[in-house]
């Protein structure tokens, strides 16, 4: 793997359920999905393996998670799309650049979106398809149902899925989870999702990967606790704060 290693963040303020493991996110708790019910899903691979999950935005542009990129810079990246496994079928695509947010914060998660472009423009079909990007200033609310998918590890610590994998969490916005992580930590370009006792949630290697409701992506996978554990609902990066620096790189 070429993603950052494990880096463990703790606030002192809080017990040590409440350390952060940037990075890891995975589907715990979901169940197994077909690629043409999540056709936009992508995998971010770093030297032909899985490193993150994407958004497929239009047929030139993947939407993925800054940190995906941080320390590591991979000098070849590339995409697959239009598979339900990670490491085989569909088709892959080789990236000729990759756009960071000027504000990413590799402390604080904050800003954390990242665009890769491809060399050739995708091919759709019904296994690979782009997802809607809300208005700017679209509220994620409290409760909404929002579908993510990845093939991040089953359970903390654990493998990661062959298969897509998704899982349904609701949104927490992040004036009701600064109870878990605090004010300062949970930004305003983020929002939490999941449950307060656990069970279901994103892990290592479903980083970057999308959060959609009502067919409108609204997250991507960022960071989080112990995933599924108690209290430690995932930290999604706010898409709709993000939209006009997205607009900005793929209309340009
Ligand atoms: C980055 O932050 C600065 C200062 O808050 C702000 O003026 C700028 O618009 C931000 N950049 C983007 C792309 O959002």
Redesign the pocket.
């Known amino acids: 793997m070429h993603m950052k290693s494990v880096i463990f963040v703790c606030y002192p303020l809080f017990n040590v359920a409440l350390c952060t493991i940037p990075g890891h996110y995975r589907i715990v708790g979901g169940h197994e999905a077909s690629i043409n019910e999540y056709p936009y899903q992508a995998s971010i691979q770093f030297f032909g393996r899985h490193a993150c999950g994407g958004s497929i935005l239009t047929d030139r542009f993947i939407l993925t998670a800054a940190h995906c990129f941080e320390e590591d810079y991979p000098s070849k990246v590339t995409v697959r799309v239009g598979s339900s496994r990670r490491n085989s079928g569909g088709a892959v695509y080789d990236v000729d650049k990759i756009y960071i947010?000027?504000?990413f914060s590799d402390v604080t998660y904050d800003?954390d979106v990242a665009l890769t472009r491809l060399k050739k423009p995708l091919v759709f079909g019904p296994s690979v398809k782009n997802v809607a990007l809300p208005s700017k200033g679209t509220i994620v609310a409290d409760g909404l149902v929002a579908k993510a998918s990845g093939w991040g590890q089953l359970f903390d610590e654990g493998p990661m899925s062959e298969m897509l994998q998704a899982v349904e969490l609701p949104v927490i916005s992040k004036d009701n989870c600064e109870i878990f992580y605090g004010h300062t930590v949970v930004s305003d370009n983020m929002f939490c999702a999941g449950y307060s006792f656990g069970g279901k949630d994103t892990c290592l290697g479903d980083s970057g990967g999308p959060l959609v409701v009502s067919g409108i992506l609204v997250g991507i996978t960022s960071w989080g606790g112990v995933c599924a554990a108690p209290r430690n609902p995932g930290v999604y990066t706010n898409v709709p704060a993000m939209t006009?620096?997205i607009q900005?790189i793929i209309s340009a």
Do not use: F, G, I, T
């Open positions: 947010h000027p504000n800003c006009k620096y900005s």
